[in-house]
């Protein structure tokens, strides 16, 4: 690994790129919309809550008067949205460089979303799974096309009961549940990664978590808004990661990067390493066929 200090400074023009960012309303995906708006890109802001975009859209004109910015409304929280968003967005653009699948939620209490999925598994992890899939044709068309998953430091703990996937049938815990969804995503990274390695037109697959950054999925847990302060990094390096997995010449398929500080908290974007129990090929197997069967979207 270089001991150089990544930045965004690394990052190359963007321009004639399309990028689309899901939850790019607040948090990493606003401050990713911001710097590559910076470098020329074409960002798609995915978000649920358009009227908030606005807001943020706003902010970055004033300061980057030629961005380029354009916001599609997106809830992951239903098939129907997702599905629509799709449709329209090949419907009206001919390529798409990098899809980033950055929305989540975290910790929140039990809920299901509109199509009966245990909440955080179906935003972070099936939502993400069927957007890619319906956006796949756009994605080979597209030379040189890049997919990024956002997991998590939480992977860690993940371990994913394939028989209720959804907590229909344990009493619910939050935590376990979103680290559950943070390991599905590497499992959706890797198996992508894998099944199309040789494919020299299939989109380039890479992964990274943010460490411990400061952000609104938090407000849920009083434990983390009593740490944040202590142990933190501000978003404008939390994202340095994931702008560093959409955008680096040099990245590998199925590279996985976060903060080289220590266990990962907090520092410049570096390879890491998940770990072992998110390189089981069989569990990630099960997991991209059960996606296939819930979203009904085959690849």
């Excluded at 809550?49 to 859209?57: G, N, S």
């Excluded at 209720?164 to 992508?192: G, P, V």
């Amino acid at each position: 690994m270089s001991s150089k200090k990544w930045s965004s400074q690394n990052i190359p023009n963007q321009k004639d790129r399309i990028i689309i960012i899901t939850g790019a309303s607040s948090g990493l995906g606003k401050e990713a919309t911001k710097v590559l708006a910076g470098k020329n890109a074409t960002v798609i802001m995915a978000v649920r809550d358009t009227h908030k975009a606005e807001t943020v859209v706003k902010e970055i004109i004033s300061e980057l008067p030629n961005a380029k910015v354009e916001i599609r409304n997106l809830d992951l929280n239903s098939l129907d949205s997702v599905k629509s968003f799709a449709k329209e967005f090949i419907s009206d653009y001919d390529q798409l460089d990098v899809l980033i699948n950055n929305a989540g939620v975290m910790m929140c209490p039990y809920s299901k979303t509109k199509d009966g999925f245990e909440i955080q598994m179906g935003v972070n992890h099936l939502g993400h799974f069927a957007l890619t899939g319906l956006l796949m044709p756009l994605l080979i068309k597209t030379k040189n096309s890049r997919v990024v998953a956002t997991s998590s430091i939480a992977h860690k703990s993940g371990n994913i009961n394939f028989d209720d996937i959804n907590w229909e049938k344990r009493k619910y815990k939050t935590i376990k549940a979103y680290s559950d969804s943070k390991l599905a995503n590497l499992y959706f990274a890797y198996e992508l990664a894998k099944k199309h390695k040789e494919d020299p037109n299939y989109p380039f697959v890479t992964a990274a978590h943010p460490g411990y950054t400061y952000t609104d999925l938090q407000r849920h847990s009083n434990f983390w808004k009593i740490l944040n302060p202590i142990f933190s990094q501000k978003v404008e390096k939390g994202v340095l990661p994931t702008l560093r997995a959409a955008t680096d010449k040099s990245a590998n398929i199925g590279d996985f990067y976060g903060p080289e500080g220590f266990l990962e908290l907090k520092g410049f974007p570096v390879l890491v390493l998940s770990n072992n129990l998110s390189h089981n090929k069989e569990n990630a197997k099960r997991l991209w066929d059960i996606s296939e069967k819930l979203t009904g979207v085959k690849y």
